[in-house]
């Protein structure tokens, strides 16, 4: 049984490592908030039908370093109006990391790590 339902009031936050000076975050669908603890809150009402929200930014780091060492774990919030979840599935989760300079033959890059998902 599938039921069509749409998601809302979705919410992804976020802290951001204590090396990271400043950042520029912009979104293609909702708003971002970057507070002084640098947390980082972005609220979407609804998904688009005609694109994928994206969050995307520059961070500014502390002087000496390229590139972040220590990755942020990310809380997804979502609301389904008139609907209880039980054995929530996830067919498809992307994560995509665009590295500074890509080397010739690149084709994609893959991180392992613990993905937990809590209802």
């Given at each position: 049984?599938?039921?069509?339902?749409?998601?809302?009031?979705?919410?992804?936050?976020?802290?951001?490592?204590?090396?990271?000076?400043?950042?520029?975050?912009?979104?293609?669908?909702?708003?971002?908030?970057?507070?002084?603890?640098?947390?980082?809150?972005?609220?979407?009402?609804r998904?688009?039908?005609?694109?994928?929200?994206?969050?995307?930014?520059?961070?500014?780091?502390?002087?000496?370093?390229?590139?972040?060492?220590?990755?942020?774990?990310?809380r997804?919030?979502?609301?389904?109006?008139?609907?209880?979840?039980?054995?929530?599935?996830?067919?498809?989760?992307?994560?995509?990391?665009?590295?500074?300079?890509?080397?010739?033959?690149?084709?994609?890059?893959?991180?392992?790590?613990?993905?937990?998902v809590?209802s």
């Amino acid at each position: 049984m599938t039921l069509e339902k749409m998601i809302d009031s979705i919410t992804v936050q976020f802290q951001l490592p204590s090396c990271v000076l400043s950042a520029d975050l912009t979104a293609n669908h909702g708003a971002v908030t970057v507070f002084s603890n640098k947390m980082c809150n972005w609220s979407i009402d609804r998904i688009p039908k005609d694109r994928a929200p994206a969050l995307s930014g520059t961070l500014l780091l502390e002087t000496g370093l390229e590139r972040l060492h220590v990755f942020p774990s990310f809380r997804v919030g979502f609301r389904i109006q008139g609907v209880a979840l039980s054995g929530l599935q996830l067919d498809k989760l992307d994560l995509r990391v665009v590295p500074s300079r890509l080397y010739r033959g690149f084709r994609a890059l893959t991180r392992s790590g613990l993905y937990e998902v809590r209802s």
